[in-house]
Each structure stands twice: as C-alpha cells, then as structure tokens.
C-alpha cells in the first residue's frame, strides 16, 4: 500500500472543499467539475484501500508522525474498507443528482458537501475515540449547512430538532470520553483494551458507565428504538441528494458499535467482555417492528422511505448482536445493499414528487404524474430491492442473514423479518398504485420537464451497484465473511495499532 494512500479519503475532500471556497465567485461549473473529480478519485482510492486490505494487513497511518498512543492513528482493516467504498458509491450518485440544479439552492453546497465526506471517511479510519467524536462533528456540522440551507417551514422545524438531538448526543459522548479517559489515561482503542482487561475490579462499574453511554450515543445516530423517533421527519425533510448521503450515517452508528465494542470489550476484558450486545437484540427487533407499521401507516412517500431506513438499521443491529461470522459476514452484505436502495429511493421518490405538482410525495392525493413510464420502473426496482425480493441483492442479503440465525435467535427473527418485510411491501406496493396507476380526470395543461439525464445517470448508478452485488454475491459475502472474523478477532487490529511507529524513530532502530 502506497505510504499515504490511507489519509487520502480524509486530506482529499478536505482540499477540495478549500479550493471551492477560494474559487467560488468562478461559477457552478468550477465547482461541480472538482467535486465530480474529487468523487470519482476518492472511488477509486477507497477501491485500492479495499483490495489492499483484503490481504489481511491492517495498515496504520500515523498523522503528523507521533506515536498512536499520543497522537491520531488512522486504521484500515476490510471494515472500513468496506464503509469507505460505500460512501465513495454514495457520495457520486448524490453528487451527480444535485448537479441537475438542486446545487444552485444551498450557499456553499460543494464545500459542505466535500467537508461531510471527508467527517464521514475520518469517522471510518480513525483508532482513537476523541478522533471519533472530532469527525462526528465535522460531519455533523457540514450535514447542518446542506439540510438547513435554502430551507423554511416544516424543514427548518425539523432541522433544528436534528440539530439540538445531535449535539445532546455529542455531550453524552464528551462525558464518556471524559469518563474512560480519567479512568484509563489513554483513547487509543488498542491501548483502551489492554488497560480495560487490567482495570482494577472497583473501576469496572464505571467503564461499563461509560461504555454504556457510547453505546447510547451510536444508537441514537443509528436510530435504534427508542431512539429513532429523531429520524423519519428529519429524513423526509431533507433535500434528496443530500437525504442519499445520509443513507450510511445511520449506518455509521452501527460502524461504530461493531468497532468500538468489538474492540474495547472483547473476549479479553473479563467481565465486561460482550456486555452490550445482549441489551441490543430485543430493542432491535422492537425497532424492526416499529418501522414496519411506521412505513405502513405513512402518508408521505418520503416518510415511508425514511421508515425503512429505521428498519434497516434496526436489522443490522439483530445481525451484529447475534456475534457470529456466518451472520455478521451477512449483515456486512446487507449493511451496504440497504445503503445503496434507499439512496436509490429516495432520488426516485423525488422525481416523482416534483412532477406530481400539487399533490408532492402526498400518498392521500391524486394527481397526474407524466413520464410515469421510466419513473414507475425506476421505482419497482428500487422497491423489489428494498424489501428483499428475488432476484435482487436485498433478497440474497436477507436470506444469507436468516440462515446464518443460531436456533434460539431465528425461532423469533424469522417470523419477525418475514412479516416486516411484508408490510414494507404493502406499504411499497400500495404507493405504487397511488403514484402510477391512479390519476385525476382530465389533462396537464403544461408538462413538467422529464427528468435529466444526470439525474437518471445518478440513479443508475445506484440501481447498477445493487444489480452488480447481486452478481458478485459470493465473492462479496466471502469478503463480509473474512471482514467478520477481522472484528470477531481483533487481535491483529489491537496488535497493528500497538505496534506502529513513527518513520524516524523506525529509521533509528538498530
């Protein structure tokens, strides 16, 4: 692996967007070009990285050349190999779709947009929990400026109860870094982990505290029941390219739980080892539950799309808190197939609504949709796609998912799964009908433009990704298979960042 190659998902967007600022007043093609470019290199660097990391070799990258356990160590195993190319796919597609014009509506839209990438890739790479936090705000920050801008009603409402939820969760977040740090004197994951195995047994119930609050905290941004009810408003509120970016950050959450959990409590840290993953089980299938009725009883498309994405990340923590290769090796597969279809989802969702004029994404009005040819096609496809029908990847990911259930889990999973993913196809099919296949009397007097081909190319290339996962399924799940037993057994991972030293001090030793 190139010596840098691992910082350039973070250093890249975070140029670009620099660039952009400087050279705004040169119109909004300077600025869709770098962007698109930047997007297209970070593909394919995050392409590199994840074929570098199949190798096995967990590659630590030392920012400003101090050592891991005083400074920032940058980490890339399959995982976030795995997250960094998702994103890549994801930022792209959006990207390309807010380049139809939507970008001319936000102040600064590319910068922000970039500043975002570069949070939600340094949130992937980093080892260190306070380096976790500082890229969960960076991200966090940019996402405020591209919901919020250009926005007035409902969206400002909802906007500022996203924001005064996130940075609620970010004070939790400080005290449990606070707490672990006067506790163990250290942040670095590897070292949190031996010290937590050494921790003496009056210290124990404190970690744990502060353990739980992370946990908390990453569930609230996955939007794990009773933490999701943040999410369905917000998410349909938000403009859909910038909506499809967020398609992986309730997916960052779950990220987060597999890594620092798998990392800081496992099978070496005594009676703590594991301790999270039993309280996550049935609030996952509560949550998978909730979200199934949520997107059944929706009167909004773009509220019906948001429930889903509450029910795939409510899935996901099912799959991780069942601790087993087979089924994380699964939910790895899932975890990005479910990213990809509703970011898909959400685009198509709004190409329906701007050509339905006054009815919107309404699922209680009629109203004449025309080019409903492509746009009714588009949407099955993401549909089928979404809740897990053959021949698509959501139907192998599920399916790989249930059978890989131990016994004891698959007993109440299997009905709990099956039955969800009925009533996501009700909901589905029943705004099908509404939008395609009912329609007023009479006629438009004038037609609203077809949708644009960037904006069709956007989608596309998400319905294309899917459709390509599908293909490749076997060799996708045996990397999710090799990724798993990489967090099953951190060993390596703990032993990469441990043993990482700084160029000279490496040049120094005899």
Known sequence: MSMHLAVLPIVLPLAVAALMVLLEKQGMGLQRALGIASSLALLAIATRLAIEADTGTVAVYLLGNWEARVGIALAVDRLSAIMLLTTALLGLAALLYACSGWDRRAPHFHALFQVQLMGLNGAFLTADLFNLFVFFEVLLIASYGLMLSGGRGARMRVGMQYVAFNITASTLYLFAVGLLYGLLGALNMAELAQRIAAAPAENLAWIASAGGLLLVVFCAKAALFPLALWLPEAYARTPAPVVALFAVMTKLGVYAVLRVFSTLFGAEAGMLAGYVWPWLLPLAGIGVALAALGALAASRLRLLAAYLVVGSAATLFIA????????????????????????????????????????????????????????????????????????????????????????????????????????????????????????????????????????????????????????????????????????????AYRAALLEARPVRAREEAP
Do not use: C, N
């Open 320 to 491: 991780i808190s069942v601790r087993e290769q087979a089924v994380l090796a699964a939910s790895l597969y899932y975890l990005v197939h479910s990213s990809l279809a509703v970011a898909a989802l959400f685009l198509i969702i709004d190409l329906v609504r701007r050509r339905r004029l006054a009815a919107g994404d309404s699922l209680r009005k009629l109203d004449h949709l025309p080019h409903r040819g492509v746009l009714g096609l588009l949407f099955a496809i993401a549909a089928i796609a979404v809740v897990g029908l053959p021949p698509l990847s959501g139907f192998i990911g599920k399916l790989a998912l249930l059978a890989a259930l131990p016994d004891a889990v698959a007993r109440w999973a299997w009905p709990l799964l099956l039955i969800a993913s009925l009533l996501a196809l009700v909901a589905l099919a029943h705004a099908g009908a509404q939008l395609f296949w009912r329609s007023p009397e009479g006629t438009l007097d004038t037609l609203p433009r077809p949708p644009a081909r960037i904006e069709l190319l956007a989608v596309a290339l998400l319905l294309a990704a899917g459709i390509a996962m599908t293909g490749f399924a076997g060799s996708l799940l045996a990397y999710g298979g090799r990724a798993a037993a990489q967090l099953l057994d951190p060993t």
